[in-house]
């Protein structure tokens, strides 16, 4: 599975922004898990949203984007928004999206349950 994420930028303090991870021609999303991570400078990668195929396509918020993020897949579309809002400063990172097949709630912000990667959208916040 190929994943193009984009929709990165520069935006303010308390701004927001749409992203998206959409899979190449030829690939579908329907049987993956999409999550979301993100990497700071000087940081470890870390799992902040992810919405799971089964369960009504049932999500995952890290503690520190909860009520800011919202998760959304169209799978016709092949396409995965995470939408951010009440932008801070501390979420400056490079985010990433991928793909997953084995992922459950254990494992579900945990990059190894990962097997399919895209190339990263910079998000800026400046304060």
């Known amino acids: 599975v190929q994943l193009q994420a984009s929709g990165g930028g520069l935006v303010q303090a308390g701004g927001s922004l749409r992203l998206s991870c959409a899979a190449a021609d030829g690939f579908s999303l329907d049987y993956y898990a999409i999550g979301w991570f993100r990497q700071a400078p000087g940081k470890e990668r870390e799992g902040v949203s992810c919405i799971r195929v089964g369960g009504g396509g049932s999500t995952y918020y890290d503690d520190s984007v909860k009520g800011r993020f919202t998760i959304s897949r169209d799978n016709a579309k092949k396409t995965v928004y995470p939408e951010l809002k009440s932008l801070k400063p501390e979420d400056t990172a490079v985010y990433y999206c991928?793909?997953?097949?084995?992922?459950?709630?254990?494992?579900?912000?945990?990059?190894?349950?990962?097997?399919?990667w895209g190339q990263g959208t910079q998000v800026t916040v400046s304060s």
């Open positions: 991928a793909a997953g097949g084995g992922v459950i709630l254990s494992n579900i912000a945990n990059d190894r349950a990962y097997a399919y």
